[in-house]
């Protein structure tokens, strides 16, 4: 049969009732022959909780021993799941992060994974032991408990499902797959079958909050199959082999699968922008790298970008847009950087949403855009700002227009499910 990577979110392992329930769900994989390993996260709330215990002790905390604080949740949920998975009479072991080990480099709270050593994984799997992993934590090359950031755990378990060679890994979270786009504002939202790499990255980062970029960005890299599942289904349902959720798969896999896909894949939005404009910015070399470099160095994220043409007067004004988390931040430093910069203002909006269409037919079809402005346009939604990519249109609209915005467009660009197929 198949060697499989199940990995459980935190909704999924909240209390012994659904780590149960997880491991119903596990022991029925094992039973149908399949070599299992377990990845889990904390439970729910858990890393908040031991986060704030760090700032109580320490606002100033050394992030190796944040570390170690934070990675427990992890830790105590695989030993649960265990213990839980014994008790129903499976051979079952937890694989801490040191133990495979799963080596990191980089800083800590926010390590990347270099490699797994995963011959006794391998081995343990193959004997018929189902190997639970805390996702989430691995070990530096100093061999010191390391943590790769919130969400790390979807991460953890493509690693761990690279590095054991699996046949797919599937990721079971409290939605039973990838949509067209948010189902709870657009009622007629289709849940997807396939999705490319490259489309769920653009998802991903554009505010579908399905899967973690970087865990679909490590797949991609290793040709890992991912699976979305749902963990909340009854203890009697079919397995995953026969009740699929959304794949993630390669441009070719997709080709062979679904010839004739849908131009555009689906519509995401954020609310979580905030749009800064600096007005008169002199006109000339270097005047743009004088903005966006110190915030680079800040480590604010930049999206949106316009210049607008520049006045008589060689000068110019410059939009774009920051998290709204990095706002503040931006605001004051701008403001200490505005002699150097030569900016006459700086004006700021919080209440904005950035709507994406996202598809890989874009790249052979001509008119996306186009479609996506005329739709607004009719309903009277003003664009603010533009960005694209090869597969994915962004705008930036007013925060009030989105669920309007989301679903005018959905349907402008017919993703709207049918009543057989909803």
Known sequence: MARIVMKFGGTSMAGTERIRRVANIVRRHQE????????????????????????????????????V????????????????????????????????????????????????????????????????????QGVSMENRITTMGRGGSDTSAVAVAAAVKADRCDIYTDVDGVYTTDPRIV?????????????????????????????????????????????????????ADDMPGTMIVSDDEMEDVDMERQLVTGIAHDKNESRVVLTRVPDQPGAVSSIFGPLADASINVDMIIQNVGRDKGETDVTFTVPQADLARAQALLEEKR????????????HVAKISVVGVGMKSHAGVAATMFKTLADRGINVQAI?????????????????????????????DATDEAA
């Open 387 to 415: 960005s694209t990519s090869e597969i994915k249109v962004s705008v930036l609209i007013d925060e009030d227009e989105t669920e309007l915005a989301v679903r005018v467009l959905h349907t402008a660009y017919g993703l």
């Open 69 to 136: 604080v934070v990675s427990s949740g992890e830790q105590v949920t695989s030993g649960l799941l265990a213990l839980t998975l014994q008790s129903m009479g499976c051979k079952a072991r937890s694989w801490l992060g040191w133990q495979l080990p799963m080596k990191t480099v980089e800083a800590h709270s926010k390590a990347r994974v270099d490699n797994i050593d995963s011959e006794a994984l391998i081995s343990a799997m193959q004997s018929g032991e189902i190997a639970v992993i805390p996702g989430f």
């Open 187 to 239: 009622a007629k939202a289709r849940k997807l079958k396939y999705v490319t790499y490259e489309e769920m990255l653009e998802l991903a980062s554009v505010g579908a909050k399905v899967l973690q970029t970087r865990s679909v960005s490590l797949a991609m890299k290793e040709n890992v199959r991912i699976q979305v599942l749902s963990s909340f289904v009854d203890e009697n349902a079919p397995l």
């Open 32 to 67: 149908a022959g399949h070599e299992v390993a377990v990845v889990v996260s904390a439970m729910a709330g858990e890393t908040d909780r031991l986060v704030n215990f760090c700032r109580e002790a320490n606002a100033l905390y050394d992030p190796a021993e944040y570390d």
């Open 339 to 350: 002699e150097a910069i030569g900016y006459n203002r700086i004006i700021t909006d919080a």
